[in-house]
């Protein structure tokens, strides 16, 4: 029945941009009706995973198909649902926000292109995590895939976003590449396309170590793991907000899925290749939020964090992984439960963050951190939901990032104690890098919300912003009380997870109750209650007090100069400087300051930017070298079309004499 | 019966302690620079004062500007809850409140940090950027002793591994523990702001570090925080304190006055290294934050080889 109701709901969304292909140009009535549709589409995906929830009913679909080898074949399981919910949730208030963001009046050349493309991607990746057919699995990819780039290059008259959508289709077709092969091998070992557990096996060390690395790769790229990560930041900040939400709150996401849904029937993993998976997590956690602070796009800088947490899922599920090496039901329970719920988190506050900033950039008409400032005062609902972002993300109490980062750092101390010659000890070695990552997180978004939301504002438009329209607002708020939800009542994640790590790893045994006996997560729960409600009470005192005396307003103090003004302020570069210090062996910055100042100072300037290394000294020369390595092959690049037919006959009297 | 006469003492000590410690370093410095000092209880003097005033807030401030006093009291607050005093258990004490005792210390330090950017002035950006930056070397470093310490207890609480049976481990472990002891020392004068990483008493707003942050609050809110930084210093004392005491006589009666007799060491030791050091160059300040993460990495892979 749940699979039924899903495919309905994936089928409405895919459809519901068409109605508004057909409509005018210069009317709203299109994006009406295209929001209808998918929020009904999406209520109705909701309802059918909470009905699987609840019922525990799982009715597969098996449909046959033309194509050899292919099967419509879909079902649900645990693991699909914790994957599915942020699907619809997301793209149902991404296109509720779209009314106020991206409305059809105001964007008349591509808003009706950017909604039936947000429908298809919606559609395509739900019907990717309930495929149980690898065909299908991949006709789902390339449906998402391909709709991301449409939605990537809606403003495709700019030369950035084109270029940032090239990228990304370079990037998303050598992970295709990757996934034919995958699913090639797979076939070859086991002689069919089912998805399902029970028919697959790893076959040989070798076979074993190629499916590896190429789900590694393929579904690395996806994700953005850290040196797979080059079409990331740039694809994220050439979208428009809502899609960026999308993009990094649950498109990444399918990666990590692809990479869990393989490993999930290959057996136990060698030790090696599990360790690698844990040491990914852990230079991408990093190297994530490092890059982060270097940003002076708000944009690209949340995009980076994005980087930075699906390192910290990899590292769940790297942990789950070695656990499931040496067969320690503990780590595996732990890692997963926070890898799994950390997806969720991360879905949930990065839209929230993507949502927030794209108000503001709506507002003040830049998306450079140091044009903004003091958006606060004038849209202070914005300011409250990135703020409450913020504090999520850098996984601080008492909202949601705490309760999976508290999972997966209880699991990695685990890997201290050893029973039975079973240990792996350097695991807990992630442990102060996780602490490291979460202060370096904390110091990126005290910049970021400080920058773009505190102080005085630092140009003509952030002076003149207005709060955004209720329809804006609405999305950011449900997402708030969902962070808040799962930051004080973690328990009622719990059930779901343990099902989803079930499916994950069969044969484990109860999951709920090892979780339970490890992780007090009903305490963190209790402690962030006590939290919110001592601040309250602090704040009342503090109010009380202040009614009670004198309270006047002045200037702010600046060592005794009483005009101070916005170019005074701090600049987020200044504020990331001693960190990007600290980094510049790995950040390279690029510094261009004034050199000496002469007796009468001239007008002068100051330019910092922090490259991406990987995209600038590794795959960039490559690729040029590639260019110019293959330019010998344009002799036969005529550009007639008798040529072209000549090469097709030659091909073929090649093949009839091989044969 | 017992645990809440010892919960209760606890919370007494817990919140009445603090200033003293301030006080303790004052004239501790005073005396070695051949003054008489303030007064002990100089502190409570002031927070008292503090309570009492009007405030003055910048136009530029929001809301922001005030909840950072108060979130930055309240997480201190919770924190000095998790921690064991004396050798047995604190009062709120799980398996992971470990995470949770650094996590609101991280909390406290984004809202102060964010009141601080809030009103807009160059001098208080700079104290929240220091603040922010040498936090990031300074937590692996604590974690790193976590480590440690949950290697050696198997536990994960607070109370378990700095509980009575630390003393054990100082006989096999000895060299581990006095690595993370030196490390987590380090990481108590960064946290708190001490010399050498930053003069609390300096009157030069360029070198501050956390005085600048606070630079625009006043009245009831600077109140807060000034007890807020004497909790966070009770805190990290008191840590220090079980980790290089941790041996119990099993009388309530003798363990409490001995570890209030241990906080007092450690303000006295905080007063000497005041008086005898100088400040740190701000670009060197990594470089002992990075020596401290080693000690306690030292520490662990001593005890994983």
């Known amino acids: 029945m749940t699979e039924l109701l899903v495919v309905l709901a994936i089928g409405i969304c895919a459809s519901s941009g068409v109605p508004g292909l057909f409509l005018r140009r210069d009317s709203m009535t299109g994006q009406w009706v295209t929001t209808v549709l998918s929020v009904l589409g999406a209520a109705l995906g909701i309802g059918a995973i909470f009905a699987f929830w609840a019922t525990g009913l799982s009715r597969p679909i098996a449909l046959p198909w033309s194509i050899p080898g292919a099967e419509f074949d879909v079902a649900m399981d645990g693991l699909s649902a914790v994957f599915l919910m942020p699907i619809f949730l997301v793209s149902l208030l991404g296109n509720v926000y779209g009314l106020g963001y991206w409305r059809q009046t105001e964007h008349p050349q591509n808003g009706r292109r950017l909604r039936f493309f947000y429908g298809t991607l919606t559609a395509g990746m739900a019907l990717l995590v309930i495929a149980r057919n690898s065909i299908l699995f991949m006709v789902a990819w390339e449906i998402m ?47 069919s396309f089912t998805l399902v557990a029970s028919s697959q096996r790893a076959g040989s060390s070798g076979t074993a170590a190629a499916i590896f690395v190429l789900a590694l ?10 040196p797979l990560h080059i079409w990331l930041p740039s694809s994220h900040a050439a979208s428009p907000s809502h899609v960026s939400a999308m993009m990094s709150g649950v498109v990444i996401k399918m990666g990590i899925y692809g990479l869990m849904r393989v490993t999930s029937f290959l057996g136990a993993p060698s030790l090696e290749w ?30 980076y964090h994005s980087i930075e947490n699906i390192g910290i899922i990899v590292i769940g599920l790297g942990l789950a992984l070695i656990g499931r090496s040496l067969g320690r039901a503990d780590w595996i329970v732990l890692g997963l439960a926070g890898s799994l719920l950390h997806v969720w988190n991360h879905a949930l506050f990065k839209a929230l963050l993507f949502l927030s900033a794209g108000s503001a950039i709506h507002a003040a ?35 949601n990032g705490f309760v999976s980062e508290f999972l997966i750092y209880i699991g990695l101390f685990h890997t201290l104690g050893s029973t039975g010659g079973t240990s792996f000890v350097w695991a807990a070695f992630a442990v102060p890098i996780l602490a490291l990552i979460g202060a370096l997180a904390l110091a990126c978004f005290a910049k970021a919300y400080g920058a773009v939301f505190l102080g005085t504002p630092r140009s003509e438009h952030a002076t003149h912003a207005h709060e955004s329209p209720q329809s804006m607002l609405w999305p950011m708020g449900v997402l708030v009380v969902c962070c808040l939800v799962i930051g004080t009542a973690p328990t009622v994640t719990m059930p779901i997870l343990g099902r989803a790590i079930a499916d994950w790893a069969p044969g484990l045994g109860d999951a709920d109750s090892i979780l339970a006996a490890s992780a007090p997560i009903g305490r963190v729960g209790v402690m962030g209650l006590v939290l919110i409600l001592g601040t309250l009470l602090g704040g009342i005192a503090l109010w009380i007090r202040n009614r009670r005396q004198s309270v006047e307003r002045g200037t702010t103090w600046a060592c005794g100069y009483v005009a101070p003004t916005s170019r005074m302020q701090y600049t987020s570069s200044s504020f990331a400087q001693m960190v ?80 | 019966m017992n645990t809440i006469i010892h919960d209760s003492v606890h919370v007494v000590l817990a919140f009445s302690l603090p200033p003293l410690l301030l006080g303790v370093i004052a004239k501790t410095k005073a005396l070695f620079a051949g003054r008489v000092g303030p007064p002990l209880l100089q502190p409570y003097y002031d927070l008292f004062k503090l309570f009492q005033k009007g405030s003055v807030y910048s136009t530029t401030t929001t809301w922001v500007f005030r909840a950072g006093a108060v979130v930055g009291f309240v997480s201190a607050g919770i924190a000095v809850l998790l921690i064991p005093l004396s050798g047995s258990a604190a009062p709120i004490s799980f398996t992971g409140d470990l995470i949770l005792f650094a996590y609101l210390l991280g909390l406290g330090r984004f809202f102060t940090a964010s009141a601080a950017l809030d009103t807009g002035s160059a001098f208080e950006g700079m104290g929240a950027a220091r603040e922010v930056t040498f936090a990031c070397l300074a937590e692996p470093a604590f974690f790193l002793g976590l480590l440690v310490l949950a290697k050696l207890s198997g536990s994960l609480q607070l109370s378990g591994m700095l509980g009575s049976s630390l003393a054990t481990h100082w006989a096999n472990a000895g060299d581990s523990l006095a690595l993370v002891l030196l490390s987590w020392f380090i990481v108590l004068l960064a946290e708190n702001s001490r010399i050498p990483f930053d003069d609390p008493n300096t009157h030069l707003e360029l070198t501050m570090i956390h005085e600048v942050m606070v630079l625009d609050h006043g009245g009831p809110a600077f109140g807060m925080i000034l007890y807020g930084a004497a909790l966070k210093l009770f805190v990290f004392g008191a840590l220090v304190v079980r980790l290089a005491v941790p041996m119990t006589v099993g009388s309530a009666w003798l363990d409490w006055p001995i570890f209030v007799a241990g906080l007092l060491v450690v303000a006295v030791v905080i007063g000497v290294v005041e008086s005898t050091m100088a400040r740190l160059r701000l670009t060197r300040v990594p470089v002992l934050l990075v020596a401290a993460c080693l000690l306690s990495a030292f520490a662990i892979i001593l005890l994983v080889r």
Request: overall charge positive.
């Open chain 1, 274 to 303: 599990s360790a690698v998976v844990l040491g990914l997590g852990v230079v991408s956690g990093v190297l994530g939020v490092v890059y982060a602070i270097g940003q002076h796009d708000v944009k690209r800088l949340l995009a």
């Open chain 1, 365 to 399: 008409h830049s998306r450079e951190i140091d044009h903004l400032g003091g958006l606060s005062k004038s849209m202070p609902w914005t300011s409250l939901c990135f703020v409450i972002g913020a504090v999520a993300i850098c996984g601080l109490p008492p909202l």
């Open chain 1, 145 to 191: 895939a391909l709709s991301n780039f449409f939605l990537v290059t809606t403003e495709g008259h700019k030369s950035e976003v084109r270029d940032a959508g090239w990228m990304y289709l370079v990037a998303t077709h050598v992970a295709t590449l990757c996934l034919f092969a995958l699913f090639a091998v797979l076939h070859v070992t086991n002689g």
């Open chain 1, 217 to 226: 790769v393929g579904f690395g790229l996806k994700a953005g793991v850290m």
């Open chain 1, 580 to 659: 990007v210090g600290l980094f510049g062996w790995v950040l390279h910055p690029t510094i261009r300051k004034p050199k000496d100042f002469p007796l009468f100072p001239a007008p002068t300037s100051f330019h910092s930017h922090v490259p991406d290394a990987v995209l600038d000294f590794v795959v960039l020369p490559i690729f040029r070298f590639a260019a110019w390595l293959f330019s010998w092959f344009r002799v036969f690049q005529r550009g007639n079309i008798q040529a072209y037919l000549l090469y097709v006959f030659l091909a073929l009297i090649a093949l009839l004499l091989w044969s």
